[in-house]
T-cell receptor
Framework: RKEVEQDPGPFNVPEGATVAFNCTYS??????FFWYRQDCRKEPKLLMS???SGNEDGRFTAQLNRASQYISLLIRDSKLSDSATYLC???????????FGKGTSLLVTP | NAGVTQTPKFQVLKTGQSMTLQCAQD?????MSWYRQDPGMGLRLIHY???????DQGEVPNGYNVSRSTTEDFPLRLLSAAPSQTSVYFC????????????FGSGTRLTVV
């Protein structure tokens, strides 16, 4: 079983829609959690960290459920520029290695 | 502040050739890693380093060597290139605190023919 699993999508949504992605991880000792965004043929870029209490950055909200070992990302009022692949990333209890999900593809259409 | 710089951006090698992918960061980060990204496979860890002089293997280390003589540089060496090493390679670095995510370089697109 892969350590981090995501629904690959694609998610096709109209502009202005709300969309949610989920991600599950297998190592209960994992310590840090992130969402990254990757545009086509570009490097992954940090979108936001994920905290147990939940955190929000503008239109983006991230949640962590340690008991169920899943992470979520909610995007409100989707923009065309949100079209990208969203990567769920977990840092293992060792503290150095990132474990990546394969990514969820989002396409926002006019 | 350039962040993480990778060179070259593109490279074509013949089977059996060797080469070094360069990675440099100017953020004084202790942790550095190399990943490869293949379609349908996601990003996989090749080698990592937790500080100058300290390196270790990741998930897919075969065919690659690394060294870390300075905090800034973390080159990846392909010893004898194989077509299976055709991929996009990303170098990344981060600070040691658990709250910090990695910063990635822009990648090297390698084709082995």
């Amino acid at each position: 079983r892969k350590e981090v699993e995501q629904d690959p999508g694609p998610f096709n949504v109209p502009e202005g829609a709300t969309v949610a992605f989920n991600c599950t991880y297998s190592n209960s000792a994992s310590q840090s959690f992130f969402w990254y965004r990757q545009d086509c043929r570009k490097e992954p870029k940090l979108l936001m960290s994920v905290y147990s209490s939940g955190n929000e950055d503008g239109r983006f909200t991230a949640q962590l459920n340690r008991a169920s070992q899943y992470i979520s990302l909610l995007i409100r009022d989707s923009k065309l520029s949100d079209s990208a692949t969203y990567l769920c990333v977990v840092i293992s209890n060792s503290g150095y290695a990132l474990n990546f999900g394969k990514g969820t593809s989002l396409l926002v259409t006019p | 502040n350039a962040g993480v710089t990778q060179t070259p951006k593109f490279q074509v090698l013949k089977t059996g050739q060797s080469m070094t992918l360069q990675c440099a960061q100017d953020m004084n980060h202790e942790y550095m890693s190399w990943y490869r990204q293949d379609p349908g496979m996601g990003l996989r860890l090749i080698h990592y380093s937790v500080g100058a002089g300290i390196t270790d293997q990741g998930e897919v280390p075969n065919g690659y060597n690394v060294s870390r003589s300075t905090t800034e540089d973390f080159p990846l060496r392909l010893l004898s290139a194989a077509p299976s090493q055709t991929s996009v390679y990303f170098c990344a670095s981060r600070d040691t605190g658990m709250a910090y995510g990695y910063t990635f370089g822009s990648g090297t697109r390698l084709t082995v023919v």
